[in-house]
Each structure stands twice: as structure tokens, then as C-alpha cells.
């Protein structure tokens, strides 16, 4: 008998372990897509309808970047939030024990710009450099970026946006290639970005945890004083804060039209590494919140030993993230009942910012 005869137990064993990642991966799409479409729709109906969000309060925003040897890409990432037109923001540049001139650099581009703050520390990680920022921040809203990113012309007013109410307590943008990138890398990189755009939107819908962070994030200090600081022993600090902001009641919302414009992986062998990076950043926030998955002791076990490839671990968290969150959301609907908190319409007259009115006369109700 042939090794290769459909009846042969090596032909069955590779047809399962080919054939069962698609079909999760075919679930996990027909699932997301109608919850998808009714995340444009509601949507549309809101920004038809002008109800108010908290860009509606025109608050301040710090941005807090950490670099480490990104000389020659926080030139770029600066000028793009500044092209982005919101004028109530300060940037935070947090470097983190660069071995090149990253530091002159960003010293001279604060000379030059007094909205832009340069921070300095030993090399300690991605999550000890947040810290720093975030306690250096004043702005009412805290956003994380990385060095790499260029903002879209609308990325700051769009991720305001995201918070649609009171109780949304974080929201994730979205990431796009470079339209001067290659048709090959864009082609490569279009069907993971299309299927992850369209799973998160399906989260967000869903109330449920978010797969990815992205490449910007954005957390109210308030909420981030309530909440935080970031881990400093994960691989994706802001996955992680974002899943703890979940826990305590809050929305950790979706906001796909906040862009950021992100280097892709140009051969299917730096896509893969990519996938995995992501995934062990997901790994880390299951293995620190037990409730999720287990001990924290057992998940970093998993962690150290589990070897490459990991991508196919984050197909199967969005299917069971996806039917958890279902079983949510239709016990809400059963049992939904009242008003839920919102931002509502009062006259205008006082300066923006969540402790007055915003640009349209809104304040925040608790």
C-alpha cells in the first residue's frame, strides 16, 4: 500500500493536520463575517444619526512612543501626527537605552518642537518604557505607538471616535502597508490584514477580547490610573492591559478607519515570524489572567517550551473567543434593560477636555 494512498494512516493523519487549521480558519470567517457587517452598520446609523463620541470633547492626548535604535524612522512617525491636525496633543519619546543616535535625535526634535517630551532609560523593555511615558503624561487620553508607524491624516480623530460611550475603556486601530511597498508584499499581506480586520470587528461587536492590540492603542488616563500601570514581563504589554481593562467591565472597542501605516513582511517566512511574534504576545496575556488560561506558572511553561510555528494557536483563540462571545452576547440581549450610559447633548461654552465641554458642548456622564 502506498504512504500516499488515501487509505493509508499517514495519508489520513496529513490529511487532518492540513486540512483541520482551514477549516477552523473557514469557521472563524463565517462566523466574523455578519458580525462584521452589522459593526458597519451600526456604524453608519451612529454617524448618521451624529451621535457624540468622546472626539466630541476635544481632550488633550499624549503619545507615547519608546524607541530604542529607531534613528531613522521617528523622524517620519512625527511629522505624520503632526500632519494629522489635532492640535490638543504632546508626544512622549521614551528611549530605551539606544546604542546608536537615537537619543541626539530625539533631543534635537524637541528643541524644535515644545509639544514633543524626551525620556531616557537603561535598556528594560518595551513595558517599563510605557510606564515612564504614561507617568509623564497629561493629556486625558494616553495612545501607544510605535516608533516604526505613520499615522493617517485622520488616525487621532478617528481613535477618539472609537469611544462611543463612557464605559469603552480602551480602543485599537488598524494597521495598512505602505502604498510605495511592493505589489508582492502588499499581496502578501492583504488576505492576513482583511480576515484579521474583519475578525476584530466581530470582537468589538461582540464585547469580547481582543486578539490583537495593533499598532496604536488608546486608554483614558483615567481609566489607565484605575487599571494599569503596563506588565513589564509580556511580550505585548498593551494586549495584555487591554484584556485587564476588559475584566473590570469595560469596552476595549475596534476603531478600523485609525491607520497607521506599518512596515509588511515581504517573503512568507518574515510573515510567519510575524504571526508567531503576535501570537506569544497572546500567549503571555492567557498565561498571566488564570482565568483564561490556567496558572500562570503552566503558561509560561508553554511559553518557553512550546516550539515554532505558534500562528495556528491564534486561529483557535478567535474561534473560541468568537463563540464565547456569542453566548454573551445573546444572554444580554435577554436580559438587557434600561438606558446604558452615554454622552449626551448640553450647551456649549467651555473649554475642551473631559473635566469641561468639548468642541460641540458634551460632557461625560458617569
Given at each position: 500500500?502506498?504512504?500516499?494512498?488515501?487509505?493509508?494512516?499517514?495519508a489520513?493523519?496529513?490529511?487532518?493536520?492540513?486540512?483541520?487549521?482551514?477549516?477552523?480558519?473557514?469557521?472563524?470567517?463565517?462566523?466574523?463575517?455578519?458580525?462584521?457587517?452589522?459593526?458597519?452598520?451600526?456604524?453608519?446609523?451612529?454617524?448618521?444619526?451624529?451621535?457624540?463620541?468622546?472626539?466630541?470633547?476635544?481632550?488633550?492626548?499624549?503619545?507615547?512612543?519608546?524607541?530604542?535604535?529607531?534613528?531613522?524612522?521617528?523622524?517620519?512617525?512625527?511629522?505624520?501626527?503632526?500632519?494629522?491636525?489635532?492640535a490638543?496633543?504632546?508626544?512622549?519619546?521614551?528611549?530605551?537605552?539606544?546604542?546608536?543616535n537615537?537619543?541626539?535625535?530625539?533631543?534635537?526634535?524637541?528643541?524644535?518642537?515644545?509639544?514633543?517630551?524626551?525620556?531616557?532609560?537603561?535598556?528594560?523593555?518595551?513595558?517599563?518604557?510605557?510606564?515612564?511615558?504614561?507617568?509623564?503624561?497629561?493629556?486625558?487620553?494616553?495612545?501607544?505607538?510605535?516608533?516604526?508607524?505613520?499615522?493617517?491624516r485622520?488616525?487621532?480623530?478617528?481613535?477618539?471616535?472609537?469611544?462611543?460611550?463612557?464605559?469603552?475603556?480602551?480602543?485599537?486601530?488598524?494597521?495598512?502597508?505602505?502604498?510605495?511597498?511592493?505589489?508582492?508584499?502588499?499581496?502578501?499581506?492583504?488576505?492576513?490584514?482583511?480576515?484579521?480586520?474583519?475578525?476584530?470587528?466581530?470582537?468589538?461587536?461582540?464585547?469580547?477580547?481582543?486578539s490583537?492590540?495593533?499598532?496604536?492603542?488608546?486608554?483614558?488616563?483615567?481609566?489607565?490610573?484605575?487599571?494599569?500601570?503596563?506588565?513589564?514581563?509580556?511580550?505585548?504589554?498593551?494586549?495584555?492591559?487591554?484584556?485587564?481593562?476588559?475584566?473590570?467591565?469595560?469596552?476595549?472597542?475596534?476603531?478600523?478607519?485609525?491607520?497607521?501605516?506599518?512596515?509588511?513582511?515581504?517573503?512568507?517566512?518574515?510573515?510567519?515570524?510575524?504571526?508567531?511574534?503576535?501570537?506569544?504576545?497572546?500567549?503571555?496575556?492567557?498565561?498571566?489572567?488564570?482565568?483564561?488560561?490556567?496558572?500562570?506558572?503552566?503558561?509560561?511553561?508553554?511559553?518557553?517550551?512550546?516550539?515554532?510555528?505558534?500562528?495556528?494557536?491564534?486561529?483557535?483563540?478567535?474561534?473560541?473567543?468568537?463563540?464565547?462571545?456569542?453566548?454573551?452576547?445573546?444572554?444580554?440581549?435577554?436580559?438587557?434593560?434600561?438606558t446604558?450610559?452615554?454622552?449626551?447633548?448640553?450647551?456649549?461654552?467651555?473649554?475642551?477636555?473631559?473635566?469641561?465641554?468639548g468642541?460641540?458642548?458634551?460632557?461625560?456622564?458617569?
Open positions: 500500500m502506498s504512504w500516499f494512498d488515501p487509505a493509508a494512516p499517514g489520513l493523519i496529513l490529511l487532518l493536520l492540513l486540512g483541520a487549521p482551514s477549516l477552523l480558519f473557514g469557521l472563524v470567517q463565517l462566523i466574523a463575517l455578519p458580525l462584521a457587517v452589522r459593526f458597519e452598520v451600526r456604524a453608519a446609523r451612529r454617524r448618521r444619526r451624529g451621535v457624540p463620541t468622546l472626539w466630541d470633547q476635544w481632550p488633550s492626548v499624549s503619545i507615547v512612543v519608546p524607541v530604542r535604535n529607531e534613528s531613522g524612522a521617528i523622524g517620519n512617525c512625527l511629522r505624520s501626527i503632526e500632519l494629522t491636525g489635532y490638543r496633543y504632546e508626544v512622549i519619546l521614551v528611549d530605551d537605552g539606544s546604542t546608536d537615537t537619543a541626539q535625535l530625539a533631543a534635537g526634535l524637541a528643541a524644535a518642537d515644545p509639544r514633543i517630551k524626551v525620556l531616557g532609560q537603561a535598556a528594560a523593555g518595551k513595558g517599563a518604557a510605557l510606564n515612564l511615558g504614561a507617568r509623564h503624561a497629561t493629556g486625558d487620553v494616553v495612545m501607544v505607538a510605535g516608533a516604526g508607524g505613520i499615522f493617517s485622520d488616525a487621532i480623530d478617528r481613535m477618539l471616535q472609537g469611544f462611543e460611550d463612557p464605559g469603552t475603556g480602551a480602543v485599537c486601530g488598524d494597521e495598512v502597508s505602505a502604498p510605495a511597498d511592493p505589489v508582492r508584499t502588499r499581496a502578501l499581506a492583504f488576505p492576513g490584514r482583511f480576515a484579521a480586520g474583519m475578525t476584530r470587528r466581530a470582537l468589538s461587536e461582540l464585547g469580547g477580547l481582543p490583537a492590540a495593533g499598532p496604536i492603542v488608546a486608554f483614558p488616563r483615567k481609566v489607565l490610573a484605575e487599571i494599569g500601570p503596563f506588565r513589564e514581563d509580556t511580550a505585548s504589554a498593551e494586549l495584555e492591559l487591554a484584556w485587564r481593562v476588559h475584566g473590570a467591565g469595560y469596552r476595549v472597542g475596534f476603531a478600523p478607519c485609525a491607520r497607521i501605516v506599518a512596515g509588511s513582511a515581504s517573503t512568507v517566512r518574515e510573515l510567519w515570524r510575524q504571526r508567531d511574534r503576535r501570537v506569544c504576545g497572546l500567549l503571555h496575556a492567557g498565561a498571566v489572567h488564570v482565568d483564561l488560561a490556567g496558572s500562570r506558572r503552566d503558561g509560561d511553561l508553554v511559553l518557553r517550551r512550546l516550539p515554532l510555528p505558534l500562528a495556528p494557536v491564534g486561529t483557535v483563540f478567535t474561534a473560541l473567543s468568537l463563540l464565547a462571545a456569542l453566548g454573551r452576547d445573546r444572554a444580554r440581549g435577554r436580559a438587557r434593560g434600561g446604558p450610559r452615554s454622552w449626551t447633548r448640553t450647551p456649549a461654552g467651555a473649554p475642551g477636555g473631559l473635566d469641561g465641554l468642541r460641540s458642548g458634551y460632557p461625560m456622564v458617569a
